[in-house]
């Protein structure tokens, strides 16, 4: 298909590819701007994915407290430099994280972290209920896996729709970082705690409530 020439600047503005390899990727991704990134990335020729393989061992853990004490985080990012670590454009990078877990509450930063034993189970829960919605059994498997995608997009951190731009993922949020700041960042590891966590007690809608309180 057919392409515009701002959609190609968008594309290269995140990724940092060259012109012709963006324009080549949306025609290849039929204009979607997400998935265009995502096959630059894995024909390693985005700016993020050449930066990929890059030790990062400095940067900064982040905590984000809601209001009131109800959720506490702290999320580790890592990027190549002491120097990328205290600049204002990577401390709101890492807030912007903090603020993610605590809103949409992630369990994994990566599908890769997902364990094995778990996705079993969620396949075999998954197959039950679309066996039990009465689906042919000859399409069940392939609605299986589309459901253990929407599993991952829910759970998964980098899969999760940013909540200050519903238009990008966290991982493509990642990969803008790393072509502007030019140094791989990585979201290695975080802890999530909410007062009350397995007692029984009333549904909040934390992702409102953290927006709110961020006044965005």
């Keep these: 298909m057919a392409v515009n020439a701002s959609a190609v600047k968008e594309l290269r503005e995140k990724t940092g590819a060259g012109m012709l390899d963006c324009k080549k990727a949306l025609e290849e991704a039929n204009g979607d701007l997400t998935r ?7 024909k390693g020729l985005s700016a993020a994915a ?7 061992t400095e940067g900064l853990v982040e905590s984000y407290i809601h209001a009131g004490g109800r959720i506490g985080v702290l999320v580790e990012v890592n990027c190549e430099t002491d120097f990328v670590a205290k600049t204002d454009q990577f401390r709101e990078f890492v807030k912007d994280i903090a603020m993610q877990i605590a809103a949409a509450n992630p369990k994994f930063v990566r599908r890769e972290e997902v364990p094995s034993e778990e996705l079993d189970k969620e396949r075999e829960i998954l197959k039950a209920q ?10 069940v498997d392939k609605m299986v896996e589309g ?7 829910e759970y998964c951190l980098l899969e999760q729709t940013f909540i200050k731009n519903p238009d990008k993922t966290i991982s493509v949020l990642l990969n803008e970082k790393v072509s502007a700041i030019g140094e791989n ?3 290695r590891r975080f802890v999530r705690y909410e007062l009350g966590e397995g007692l ?12 709110s309180q961020a006044k965005l």
């Design 36 to 42: 265009a990134a995502e096959l630059l990335r894995e």
């Design 50 to 56: 050449n930066k990929a393989g890059r030790i990062a």
């Design 130 to 139: 679309a066996l039990n919605e009465g689906k042919p059994a000859h399409i």
């Design 147 to 153: 459901r253990i995608s929407k599993y991952y997009e």
């Design 185 to 187: 960042i990585s979201i």
């Design 200 to 211: 029984e007690k009333k549904q909040d809608n934390f992702v409102e409530e953290v927006m």
